[in-house]
């Protein structure tokens, strides 16, 4: 089992000491070669708990009364945190939703790709900065050589997203967190980058894939999990029976208005 999530409680305490609980009972599964869709509209837990099994929430003010995540059979929650730095990016990589949140305004794009490359592998940095550059193609960021050199502020909301799913991918983790990973690319390259994401998962690797477009989830996911505020309420190892007849009210109501949207 590449990832095991049981009974994962989280909450947040303010500075006042007030408790906010954002999941709860959580139960998930992973396997090698999976792409698992955690669908649910804002607000439902699902970009929590995806953040949880790399430890990303900031902590305080994010805790974890109960349970464990389980990562090729280790818990991350109390793995400690050089250990779990090492991992990520190498043996864990995330999409991030918000690309100008997460690369450095300071830096040109190529440096940062060439800096985790770095990070993580032993190589000249001649053959990372190729490296960067191929990834940078792989995304659809037309003449990568000129784009590496810019700054990210200096690329639209779009291209910023595809070098966050470059960074995320060009070392071949074993799992892949893509939180809202297409949202801001048009059709074509987000077909594109749903192609490429595939490729990766299929050599032996596992995608936990957030989202609250069940386009999206259909093309990619092999399982899914529906979340409602902070619980889930209903999950399914057959995608295409699920968009048939999905058993929970919630879920029902999620591919009705799904549908409606592609009739409009």
Not at 75 to 102: A, C, H, N, W, Y
Request: proline letters at 6%; aromatic letters at 4%; glycine letters at 8%.
């Amino acid at each position: 089992m590449l990832l095991k999530i049981e009974d994962l409680d989280v909450s947040y305490r303010s500075d006042e000491g007030e408790v906010t609980a954002a999941a709860m009972d959580v139960n998930l599964e992973l396997e090698r070669g999976q792409v698992l869709g955690i669908v649910g509209e804002s607000g439902s837990g699902k970009s929590t708990v995806a953040m949880s099994v790399a430890r990303l929430l900031p902590s305080p003010p994010a805790f974890y009364p109960k349970g464990r995540i389980l990562f090729d059979g280790v818990d991350t929650l109390t793995m400690p945190l050089p250990e779990l730095r090492r991992m990520r990016g190498k043996k864990i990589g995330v999409v991030f939703q918000d690309p100008m949140g997460s690369l450095s305004p300071l830096h040109r794009i190529g440096e940062q790709l060439v800096e985790t490359i770095l990070l993580h592998e032993k190589m000249p940095v001649r053959a990372a900065r190729e490296m960067a550059l191929e990834w940078l193609g792989k995304v659809g960021i037309p003449e990568p050589a000129v784009r590496a050199r810019a700054y990210p502020h200096e690329l639209s909301g779009g291209m910023q997203q595809r070098v966050m799913i470059a960074m995320g991918l060009m070392l071949g983790p074993d799992l892949i967190i893509a939180d809202e990973p297409t949202t801001a690319l048009d059709v074509t390259i987000q077909a594109q980058v749903l192609r490429l994401m595939r490729d990766l998962h299929q050599a032996n690797s596992g995608v936990l894939l957030i989202t609250h477009d069940l386009g999206v989830v259909s093309q990619m996911a092999t399982r899914l999990a529906v979340m409602k505020d902070g619980r889930v309420v209903e999950t399914s190892d057959d995608p295409a029976a699920f968009f048939a007849a999905p058993a929970h009210p919630y879920s029902q109501n999620l591919v009705r208005e799904a549908k409606k949207m592609e009739l409009e």
